[in-house]
């Protein structure tokens, strides 16, 4: 059987109570990595030595894709001058030039090559598309003029943020979004998007709470601790649960700030209900 890991967790722990430690935990995210398979050369059985042998330095980066508020798919690949190709079938290959259309639920096939290096071909799948254009913000716990506007969070740029208040004073934790979907959407999952500048205000723990009148709220939808690698989490609910709107509650920072700050939030749309 053959295992592939991107971490895992350190064997043992204390009976007591204490969990491990953030790095030895695996957290449930997606994550992108490569391996190398080597063949054996007949007559060769030092298995350690070939086993030490370095991987080529040169290959390029895992192609990511993100879906903008107009509903556009775009593509990046860290690696610079990377060529970025993609199809939706698996044949037929296009050069990525922009973002592109797909608001249907699917997964597109992605490839990119650089100079000198070696390829990279992996999938990425699509969510079913969310119009965020009726959303607005009902409600913040508090919010830093000139800066963490709450509307920051749901513009579709993840250049801007919501930040709870760090000037003249610093409110303590809980700090919330309340916003209002416009209507009522059957969700499947919740996406929150680090700040990118920095750490300060990434949320560490956090609870989720749906309604559909945005007065009662109930038990939390959706709880939990977000891992450590910035950028994008998606957070699944247990089920699909109708709503109008949707309370994000950030109980802890990442460095133990008082801070809270949300670059992007969104949804996962649920596939409609299929009659029987």
């Excluded at 680090?194 to 205000?201: E, F, K, L, S, W």
């Excluded at 949707?246 to 801070?259: C, G, H, I, T, W």
Aim: one cysteine or more.
């Amino acid at each position: 059987m053959l295992c592939l890991s991107t971490r895992t967790l350190g064997v043992g722990s204390n009976g007591c109570g204490p969990r491990p430690l953030d790095q030895y935990i695996v957290w449930s995210e997606p994550a992108t990595f490569s391996y190398i398979l080597r063949l054996l050369p007949a007559g060769q059985d030092d298995l350690a030595a070939i086993g030490r042998l370095a991987a080529p330095q040169r290959r390029a980066a895992a192609v990511t894709g993100q879906r903008g508020r107009d509903g556009l798919i775009s593509l990046t690949c860290q690696t610079a001058g990377a060529k970025i190709e993609y199809t939706f079938n698996g044949s037929a290959w296009q050069t990525y030039a922009g973002p592109f259309e797909m608001k249907q639920t699917g997964v597109v096939f992605v490839r990119a090559s650089a100079e000198g290096g070696l390829p990279y071909r992996g999938e990425i799948g699509v969510e079913p598309y969310t119009d965020r254009a009726k959303w607005r913000i009902v409600s913040a716990s508090s919010y830093q003029p000139n800066e963490g506007e709450p509307a920051n969070a749901i513009d579709g740029n993840l250049d801007t943020f919501w930040h709870s208040r760090w000037s003249p004073d610093v409110p303590k934790h809980p700090h919330e979004l309340v916003v209002d979907l416009g209507s009522v959407t059957r969700i499947a999952a919740v996406v929150y998007t680090d700040r990118a500048d920095m750490t300060n205000g990434r949320v560490r723990d956090y609870e989720i709470y749906l309604s559909e009148d945005g007065k009662t709220w109930g038990e939390p939808a959706a709880k939990g601790r977000l891992g450590r690698p910035a950028g994008e989490h998606t957070i699944r609910l247990a089920s699909p649960v109708a709503a109008r709107f949707m309370r994000f509650v950030a109980l802890s920072e990442v460095n133990n700030q008082d801070y809270a700050s949300i670059a992007e939030l969104a949804i996962v749309s649920a596939e409609p209900e299929r009659k029987p």
